[in-house]
């Protein structure tokens, strides 16, 4: 079974930066898309950013331009770089890894708490 387990997440001024990492414990497998995804209080969890593992990422416009999405395979590990912060980025950040073929799976960690405030 695979664990996926946030960390990174904190306090930051408005215009701060944050880097949140995700970990994966178990197997995962080549042709699979990590993601992030956030939820704030009050609304319903929303996609960030995905990355696919030959390294192909997309954002949403929540996050294009100011947060950077990677990962490395052969750590299983997963990165979400964000600058610029603002107030309305606040909320809990998950990760996600999802395979459509066999081996299928879709995994969720935990989350990690971002606060964006002064």
């Known amino acids: 079974q695979v664990q996926l387990v946030e960390s990174g997440g904190g306090l930051v001024q408005p215009g701060g930066s944050l880097t949140l990492s995700c970990a994966a414990s178990?197997?995962?497998?080549?042709?699979?898309?990590w993601g992030w995804y956030r939820q704030a209080p009050g609304k319903q969890r929303e996609l960030v950013a995905t990355?696919?593992?030959?390294?192909?990422?997309r954002y949403e416009d929540i996050a294009e331009g100011r947060f950077t999405i990677s990962r490395h395979n052969g750590k299983n590990t997963m990165w979400l770089q964000m600058n610029s912060l603002k107030p309305e980025d606040t909320g809990v950040y998950y990760c996600?890894?999802?395979?459509?073929?066999?081996?299928?799976?879709?995994?969720w960690g935990q989350g990690t708490q971002v606060t964006v405030s002064s």
């Open positions: 996600n890894a999802r395979r459509h073929v066999t081996p299928r799976y879709n995994h």
């Open positions: 178990g197997s995962v497998f080549s042709g699979d898309v």
């Open positions: 990355i696919t593992s030959g390294g192909t990422a």
